[in-house]
């Protein structure tokens, strides 16, 4: 399996189709509202495997309850549930596959066609069971179940191996040790500029308003961008730091994320002055 999933990482004949449905989903979500919303950034954490919750639980326990006599109307309905909750997971799932790298996008692409498979199993099986052929129905929804769960699995290397969705700069906190550390003299830090500096070789922006200092990891959450090649912008009355790599956008005065395609908040770390040396440490 390994094998096979690091061969399909490097499979570069699905670019063809992936760079199709990535113009073509970018083409259809032009709103940067739209696409906040399917990335979870009102939420703080990417919105797509929250979704998923609810289909993957109808369908289990339609399995569940298949196995027991005179349950057909409760079984129908979970398939329902499942079937029709599993449309917008999938637009939000493919919202944040648009924004991904290419060996990220290529696994995708096979975890978006095996869900896919699985979907038509399940709007079959809720037909045939519609249609009073309930015997067809439980056979396709066990086939349904099957592709699904490749897909979950698939869905499971894309965020614990390949790091999709998941904050890129969080591994880069533990980097540093506790205690307070200096970061410069706050009178060498210019007013609403950001500066970059290191903590236990770890990067991080300093960003000055009056005499109030915020310290923030540099690496975006999203793919790792440098937020200290950013630009600074004022966005819904908050300076926020715009990532140069794919324009997510994070609040200077608390980390929070306002724009996508990151789902992830930015860590902050907290600060204090000690003799006009500006010091922070882990939160």
Known sequence: MRELLTKLEQTTALDRVGDRLQRAVQGTLRSQRIRDLLHGVWLGHPL??????????????????????????????LVAVGTVSAVPAAVAGLNDWASLARDQ???????????????????SSLAARLNGRHGMGKALAYLGLSAASAGAYLGGHLAYKQGAQVSQSISELHLISDGWHPVGDLSSLPQRQLVTREIDDVSVILYRHGDDVTVMLERCPHQSGPLGEGEVQEIDGHACVVCPWHGS????????????????????LPTRVVNGRLEARLP
């Open 249 to 268: 956008a994070f609040r200077l005065n608390g980390g929070e994320v306002v724009h996508g395609p990151s789902g992830n908040d930015q860590v902050v």
């Open 105 to 123: 996008r290529r696994i995708g692409l096979v975890h978006a066609a095996a869900n896919t498979i699985g979907l038509t199993l399940y709007a």
């Open 48 to 77: 797509h495997p929250a979704m998923v919750q609810v289909p993957v639980g109808a369908w289990i326990s339609a399995a569940i309850v298949d196995l027991m006599p005179g349950q057909r109307r409760a079984a129908t309905a």
